[in-house]
C-alpha cells in the first residue's frame, strides 16, 4: 500500500451513485451498471486514470482521496455546492407549447431537450405552457461516491494516454516516448488550438516529457 498525494495519477474504479434516491449516474465497472440496470453499449467501462488536483472529476472527490491508501475502498459523500450546485429557481422557465409545436416537438415530463443550447428537462405540460428545467440534472443533489484506488500510475505513457482519453476521447492513439519528447499518432482529427492546450496540461502534469508532437493519420477533411 502507498499513500497519495496531490498530482499523483492514481487508477481507480468508482460508481457513483444520488444519495436521496441511491440511483447510479456513473462507474467504471461494467457489471455494476449491468446489475443496476444503467448499462450503456456505447460507454467505455475501464478503471479511470487521473490526476489529482486537476480537476478530472470534482475537485471534492479528489479532495478526499488525497492522502488516502492505495488498494483501499472509500466512501465519499459530496453536498450540492461542492458537486453540481443548488437549484436555481431561474432556471426553471415557462415556455409557451407554440414554441415546441414550430419545431414539431410534442413535450412531454421527462423530455430532455436543447433551447438555443440550454440542455432542458421538461417538468410539466399543462394549460398551453410547459415549464423546463435548466438546472443540471444532478443540482441540489448529494452525492456519494464509492472510490476504491487500485494503484499510483507510474509510467509516462499510461498517464499521457489518460489525458489524452480525459480530453479527446482518443482510445486508438499510440504514443512513443524518448528522451522526454513524445509522440502521438492518431486517426483522429484535433482542432490545432486544443492540440495546444492538451500538450500545456501534459508538460504541467508529466514533468518527464519536456515536447509532445501529434501526428494525425488520414485526417477527416
Given at each position: ?192 488550438e486544443a492540440l495546444e492546450e492538451m500538450k500545456s496540461i501534459a508538460k504541467r502534469t508529466i514533468p518527464n516529457i519536456k515536447d509532445i508532437e501529434f501526428s494525425i493519420e488520414n485526417p477527416k477533411q
Amino acid at each position: 500500500m502507498a499513500t497519495v498525494k496531490e498530482k499523483d495519477f492514481v487508477e481507480i474504479d468508482y460508481t457513483a451513485r444520488t444519495k436521496e434516491e441511491n440511483s447510479i449516474f456513473d462507474t467504471t465497472q461494467e457489471e455494476v451498471a449491468k446489475k443496476e440496470g444503467v448499462h450503456d453499449s456505447h460507454s467505455h467501462y475501464h478503471p479511470a486514470v487521473i490526476c489529482l488536483g486537476e480537476s478530472m472529476m470534482l475537485k471534492a472527490v479528489e479532495g478526499h482521496l488525497v492522502g488516502k491508501e492505495t488498494g483501499k475502498e472509500y466512501s465519499i459523500e459530496i453536498k450540492p455546492e461542492d458537486a453540481f450546485g443548488r437549484k436555481n429557481a431561474k432556471l426553471l422557465q415557462m415556455i409557451p407549447l407554440s414554441k415546441f409545436r414550430q419545431q414539431k416537438i410534442q413535450p412531454v415530463p421527462g423530455l430532455q431537450l436543447n433551447i438555443d443550447g440550454m440542455f432542458g428537462i421538461v417538468k410539466t405540460v399543462s394549460g398551453g405552457r410547459c415549464y423546463v428545467d435548466f438546472n443540471h440534472p444532478l443540482a441540489g443533489k448529494d452525492l456519494v461516491y464509492a472510490v476504491k484506488i487500485n494503484k499510483i500510475v507510474e509510467d509516462d505513457r499510461e498517464k499521457l494516454k489518460s489525458l489524452l482519453d480525459l480530453h479527446f476521447h482518443m482510445h486508438d492513439a499510440q504514443i512513443e516516448l524518448k528522451e522526454g519528447a513524445a509522440t502521438v499518432k492518431t486517426k483522429q482529427n484535433v482542432p490545432k488550438e486544443a492540440l495546444e492546450e492538451m500538450k500545456s496540461i501534459a508538460k504541467r502534469t508529466i514533468p518527464n516529457i519536456k515536447d509532445i508532437e501529434f501526428s494525425i493519420e488520414n485526417p477527416k477533411q
